[in-house]
DNA sequence: TTTGGAGATTGCGATATGGCAATATCGAAG
DNA sequence: CTTCGATATTGCCATATCGCAATCTCCAAA
């Protein structure tokens, strides 16, 4: 089931992998997804927390729940977003373990 | 030396990881990376190996090259290109691993 | 020195993406 | 019903990226 034979991946899979790489590749979407490996968040706190407008954050998290990256509740009066999808901790720490520059 | 703490993601390394992540954000350039995964390659082999035209491969390379993320070897007549950075395979792997539609 | 193959580069027009400011929604509290 | 705090959305401009076709550079062999 690897993908070591290029030409086998097959195409929805590249195209989710792609969404979900181009999803992740901004330093502010990146910066809300490791904020979010610790734990849920809702969105002024992301903000505060990152020194960033809550526009911009909350923009920025419109593709990460259309990927079904992060998850939203709405029950308390304010939107807690929180990690829906597993494989994105990986992905932190992969980068955070082998990417020194 | 983890990144828990958002903030102090310190920005060099955020750049070089979002480098990384944009380089590799890309189909033609990911399937090279998987490509390269297995063994060097010199182009026209990864352009029929992937049914791409040559142009298109090479002009993919460019930014490959650039961010260090492959290694040429222009000893013989023809480009011999390799992976020269480790991190690619365990990135690869995540996705391979987890990125389930 | 001419030729042919392998790679790299350049110039476009088309499209996508990002930042930013303004504004719209929505639910809970009054 | 009105207000307020929390979030989401929209419009616009600037910039970046993509695909494609045409070209150009090199080097080795003849």
Redesign the pocket.
Same mark, same amino acid.
């Given at each position: 089931m690897a993908i070591s034979k290029i030409d086998q991946i097959p195409p929805e899979r590249l195209e989710r992998i792609m969404a979900v790489m181009?999803g992740v590749?901004?330093? =502010?979407?990146f910066r809300i997804i490791v904020l979010l490996c610790d734990r849920a968040h !809702? $969105? !002024?706190?992301m903000?505060a927390a990152l020194g960033e407008? /809550?526009?911009? $954050?909350? /923009?920025? =998290?419109?593709?990460l729940?259309m990927l079904g990256l992060v998850a $939203?509740d709405?029950?308390?009066?304010?939107?807690?977003?929180s990690l829906n999808e597993p494989m994105l901790r990986n992905l932190v720490h992969c980068f955070e373990t082998h990417c020194t520059p």
């Open positions: 181009k590749a901004h330093p =502010l979407r !809702n $969105v !002024n706190e903000a407008r /809550q526009p911009a $954050v909350s /923009q920025h =998290l419109a593709p729940r $939203v709405r029950s308390g009066g304010n939107a807690t977003y």
